[in-house]
């Protein structure tokens, strides 16, 4: 599902719209929606299996893919006047105070750890959804030495594991982050931490990316420059896809970049970049990299 296909206008393009309307009970799907919207929490969380439950007596009536969570969400983001906003489906239940599941997912992680915990020297550990809501952070022990760097893909750090992870600090989301992981780095970062943060080249990472600024403003993004973008391109991608331009959004960190990917039309992924991302891991800090003073539109890859 697209990231913003949660609202009436995602319903239309994939024709849930017109099944929505030929529902055989369409009065009785219309008052599980509205006990549904009844009965989501004011303040406090729930858990969507819960919720459907109290709401409609069934805990899978709102799973992914069924016309009551579609109708639901529909209606949610209608009430919240963002029909136009990107949001994933993760996102807009998240919006809601529903969890969809707070021990799937989370944040795999190496070397960062809540409050207390105690996890071997280069070990690897997921935080679960319910950790990551009740999770404190230690600040960092030296003012020079308090970066944690913060993917996309679990391939970067499968790679820092096959040498010597030693003291690298990385978290990663493993996909689009929820609000739950969002608002859990914002809490690191006011720690002390700085956050350096990157993702694919891609509508999704871009988007990644924005929300990690958006969470943390301190956040300084990491080797996604026009120029990364250029050296990440593969010179013979099998089935990489097209960008969808109309989605590629700002790049505000580098102006140069949204238009850099506009012009080539094609994703690229962090695996092009791991050997620099892991000498960045090992040095402990992001290289800093500037913006070139003009835009590389035409660039050949190298």
């Known amino acids: ?47 969507r299996r819960r919720l459907a439950h109290t709401a409609v007596g ?32 993760r996102e807009a239940w998240d919006r809601l105070g529903v969890d969809l599941d707070t021990l799937t997912g989370g944040l795999l992680t190496l070397g960062v750890h809540p409050a207390g915990w105690h996890i071997p020297p280069g070990r690897p550990s997921i935080l679960l959804p319910w950790v990551l809501h009740r999770a404190t952070w230690p600040a960092p022990r030296h003012s020079e030495d308090r970066w944690v760097f913060l993917t996309e893909n679990p391939s970067v750090t499968a790679a820092a594991l096959d040498g010597d992870p030693g ?51 301190d956040a300084e993004v990491w080797r996604m420059t026009a120029a990364d973008y250029i050296t990440s391109l593969h010179p013979a991608p099998f089935d990489a896809g097209v960008l969808d331009r109309n989605r590629v959004g ?22 092009a970049l791991i050997d620099q991302l892991l000498a960045d891991l090992r040095q402990g800090r992001p290289p800093g990299s500037a913006p070139a003073s003009s835009c590389p539109v035409n660039a050949r890859m190298p």
């Open 250 to 271: 700002e790049t505000p960190w580098d102006p140069c970049l949204a238009d850099v990917m506009r012009a080539h039309g094609r994703p690229a992924y962090e695996e």
């Open 58 to 89: 069934s805990p899978h009536a709102l799973d992914a893919g069924t016309e009551l969570a579609a109708l639901v969400l529909a209606e949610a983001a209608t009430a919240r006047a963002d029909t136009g906003a990107s949001t994933s489906v």
């Open 167 to 217: 003291d690298l600090r990385l978290l990663c989301t493993v996909g689009t982050p929820s609000r739950t992981e969002l608002d859990a780095v914002a809490r690191l970062a006011a720690t002390g931490w700085r956050i350096a943060v990157r993702a694919d080249f891609d509508c999704a990472g871009l988007a990644l990316v924005r929300a990690v600024i958006d969470a943390v403003p």
């Open 1 to 47: 599902m697209r990231p913003d296909d949660t609202g009436w206008d995602g319903l239309r393009r994939r024709g849930s719209l017109a099944r929505l309307l030929q529902h055989p009970h369409p009065e009785q799907l219309l008052a599980a929606a509205f006990a549904v919207l009844h009965h989501l929490p004011a303040s406090a969380r729930v858990d």
